[in-house]
């Protein structure tokens, strides 16, 4: 069983910076794709960028959010620069190990979730 613990969120001001680090542990062999999803209240939940397979971006963190990190360790990092209020919520870590089983890509769901971590940007 594939468990994915976030890290690193918390509080800031408009056009200050936080970096989220995900790691992963259980899988046997290199995760297909690792991805970014937040949620905010009220609000569906939407992905904000996709690591490994079907690497992609939401056209709204373009330019501030770097994702980075390392398929076979499962580590997975999101850099977020110049946050916005409108970037508050919570976070979660997603995988797919497998393209072949589960939900089979990252671009709108996974087989594996992590707990979340919290976003606040003030204005």
């Known amino acids: 069983q594939v468990q994915l613990v976030e890290s690193g969120g918390g509080s800031v001001q408009a056009g200050g910076s936080l970096r989220l680090s995900c790691a992963a542990s259980g899988h046997k062999h290199t995760m297909y794709c690792m991805a970014w999803f937040r949620q905010a209240p009220g609000k569906e939940r939407e992905v904000v960028a996709v690591f490994g397979g079907g690497a992609t971006a939401s056209d709204s963190v373009k330019g501030r959010f770097t994702i980075s990190g390392d398929n076979t360790k499962g580590t997975l990092y999101l850099q977020m620069n110049s946050l916005k209020p409108e970037d508050s919520a919570t976070y979660y870590c997603?995988?797919?190990?497998?393209?072949?089983?589960?939900?089979?890509?990252?671009?709108?769901?996974?087989?594996?979730w992590g707990q979340g971590t919290q976003v606040t940007v003030s204005s």
């Open positions: 997603a995988a797919v190990p497998n393209p072949f089983e589960g939900v089979g890509s990252c671009s709108h769901s996974a087989d594996y």
